[in-house]
Nanobody, 114 residues
Framework: QVQLVESGGGLVQPGGSLRLSCAAS????????MGWYRQAPGKPREWVAS???????NYADSVKGRFTISRDNAKRTVYLQMNSLKPEDTAVYYC????????WGQGTQVTVSS
């Protein structure tokens, strides 16, 4: 059973930055395409960004140019650097295997508010 542990969320003012981390327990981490997702109150979970095992990245239009996904295979960790945060980025953020979902972790809350 793969475990995903997200961290790094918090309360930040509009225009601020946060860096999220997600540690995965699988030994196959380096071969997996990993993604970040988010769920705002009352809305379905949505995809935010993904990174292939080769390092190719892709972003939702809503975060393109502001968020950067990266990975450290030695640490089995995927990151999401979030800059120029907006109130509409407020959500619980999750990571997961894009192509073959693991059980979701607990997520990390990001709140953007003045």
């Amino acid at each position: 059973q793969v475990q995903l542990v997200e961290s790094g969320g918090g309360l930040v003012q509009p225009g601020g930055s946060l860096r999220l981390s997600c540690a995965a327990s699988t030994t196959f981490f380096s071969s997996r395409t990993m993604g970040w997702y988010r769920q705002a109150p009352g809305k379905p979970r949505e995809w935010v960004a993904s990174i292939t095992n080769g390092g190719a990245t892709n972003y939702a239009d809503s975060v393109k140019g502001r968020f950067t996904i990266s990975r450290d295979n030695a640490k089995r960790t995927v990151y999401l650097q979030m800059n120029s945060l907006k109130p509409e980025d407020t959500a619980v953020y999750y990571c997961n295997n894009v192509n073959n979902r693991y059980n979701w972790g607990q997520g990390t809350q990001v709140t953007v508010s003045s």
